[in-house]
Each structure stands twice: as C-alpha cells, then as structure tokens.
C-alpha cells in the first residue's frame, strides 16, 4: 500500500466542522434573513443533508450583534429538565458577551447562582419550577438594551418531544404550548430567537403529540435544497482537492447519476468507498465500473441505512409501520408507486382517513419525492437498501 496516499476530505459518521464542512452559503444566508427578520427557524429538511453542521458554523460564526449556542438536547426526558436546559443555555449565551456582563453578575447574584458551564448551573438553593425561572429570566433579557440577540440552536427537539410523550405526553404539550407563547409574545422573543432541527420530521411528532400542528405555523422554515448538477461537480472537487484518487468530469458524471438525490451525506458515501476500494489495491485510477462496484458495496453495508428504517418504527405505531414499509418495499421492487396504489393499501390497512398525512410525511423526512402523480424513492441508496432488506415482494 503506498505510504503516501492522500484521501479525500470528508467524513461520514461525525458532524463535519472546520475544514471538513462543506459551506453552504445559500442556507446560512436564508437563515440569518430570516433572524434579522425576526423570525424563530425551523430548519426543514431530511436527513442526513446537513442540518447540525449548519447550526455548529453558525454558532461558531455570529454577525455583529448575535449570541449564538448549539446543543443537541437528546436525552431529556421531562418537562422541567427542558427547561432547566433552556434557562442553562440562555446563561451561557449571556456569559459570552462583555455588553452585560455587569448586568450578568447582579442577575447570577439575586438568584444564588456559584457557577455556569454547559454541563449545569450551581446553585446555593436549586430551583425545583424551571418553566417559571426560564420565563422570569427571558422577560429580563428582552427588557435589557445592552444584550445581544440571543439565538438558541436545538438540535434533536422531534426525538426530545416524542421520547417524553411515550411516558407523560402532558410534559410534551407542555413544552409546546411554552415555545408557542414565547414565540406569540414581544415582551419573550425580542431578543431571544431558537432555531430547531431534528432527525425525523417534527410535524408528525407534534400531530401524535397534539394530533395537530399549528404550534409550528409560526416559524419560518429553511429548506436544505440537493446541491444542483454544476454545484455537486464542484463538491466533488472540493472533497478530492488533492487526493490520490482524481475525477475527471466523465467519472463526475457517472457518480452523480448513481447517486441521483445530490445531498452531500450520499455523494460522500460513494467516494469514501471508491477511495477505499482503491488504496486496498493500491491503484488510483479509477473507472466507472468501479463507481459502479463501490455503490454495490455501499448498499450491502446495512449500518449506512437500518437507521432510516428504524426511525419509522420506532416513531410509529406497529399498524402505521407496516402500512408505511408496505409502500416503500412496493416502491423499491417497481421503481414507482402511483396515487391508486397508495390508496389500495390504504383500503387494506384501513387509513383512507389519512393516507396521505403518511406520504406527505415521507417526503418531508427525505424518503420519497412524488413526480407526475407517482412516488419514488429520493435516492438510489435508499431504493436499493429497502429491497435488498425486502427481497420477497409479493403485491
């Protein structure tokens, strides 16, 4: 194997930052719009495109007068712990500006407040009412001129949401009902503003939730639109700049037609398996049949896309599941289903009330793209995944 061979710049598994995120200039700037705007953000878009390695850039490249904090709030699982994390990050956020720091200090003194850092807060006498707290200290930060707009990046709110409303799904509307009267009242979202993301589609959590979802027709949504022919050729040159293995605009071409569905997340899929399968021979040139050979490979590797599977049942109920994965098996033996298809099925799981609250929801989270009345799969990836995992189908 030659010492000196150089990969390509990008990763796979962990969030991209630095040198190895790709900026996507048209996203950041419709975000910050839409914050100077006024707006609170809802970044909408599938999987996989992108969404944390946003939110990190921003957090870590503020316009003048802007706060900015990223978390990933997983792992809460009730009403109060939100809040607590809420009114957590907001300390923060203020300890990162000088403009009121004096103010900072006299606010951590009247509540007995030692110490603050993202893991926690010390008090002398903790809190046990967070909701009230995390109220009590937006009214101050929005009364306060000398402050910074305030941004709170939350990443995983669906996940949070629906985690606590397996076990007190009053704690879920809770929160709800808190982000909608913040987000409705001046005198609360002047000077704080949140930008919320998840791995799975936010409105299906807050309609089983509520089994509606008109707390979030107030925030402005930000689409992670695919990268465009020209733009994904110039993502592929920027991920190779300098690697063993080369593309020339042929071997471009043919990878984007593999891929089809032009998201980074799959692009990089591809290439890290062609570079992959090249070092191991030690040969970096490369043909389309090996574009061709390292697709195979990448759809035998189950850990790229049980998690897409494993979301819907987890998320759903068993009779939703079934009814779901029936459409994307029927979807990936035939290429395509058509509107009288769906509906057959929905005839024979009994969700002709809804039916298509499903399919709405499948293309929201990235799985499926309707064009001339029909439904086919977003990517290749996922086509040949779900049925290479389904290889029996009767209809």
Known sequence: MDKDWKSHNIVIGPVAIGSEFYHRSDIVEDIWTKLQKGNCILLAAPRRV?????????????????????QNIQGIDSAN??????????????NKTTKARKWLGKFLKSKSITKISLEGIKFETKPTDFLKETATLLAEINKNEEIEIIVLLLDELPEVLFNISKTNNADAISILKFLRHWEQQPELNRKVKFVLAGSVGIHYVVEKIETRNADLNNLAKVYFEPLSDDESHKYIDWATKGATVTYNTELKQHLLEK???????????????????????????ITTQSIDTAFDTVVKNNDYFNDWKKRLQDYMSKADFNFVNEILIHTAHNEYISLQEIYDKAVKYEKTADYMEFINE?????YIVEF?????????????????NNPIYNT
């Open 259 to 285: 891929i089809k569905y032009f998201v980074p997340y799959f692009i990089n899929l591809l290439i890290d398996e062609i570079d992959r399968q090249a070092k191991k021979a030690n040969n970096p040139k």
């Open 50 to 70: 992108g969404k944390t390695s946003v939110m990190q850039y921003m957090e870590s490249n503020p316009i003048d007068n802007y706060q900015l904090i990223f």
């Open 372 to 388: 001339e009345n029909k439904y086919l799969f977003i990517s290749p990836f996922l086509s040949a995944f779900w049925k290479r």
């Open 362 to 366: 499948l293309e929201k989270d990235g």
């Open 81 to 94: 712990k939100f809040y607590e994390r809420i009114y957590t990050l907001l300390l923060n956020c203020l």
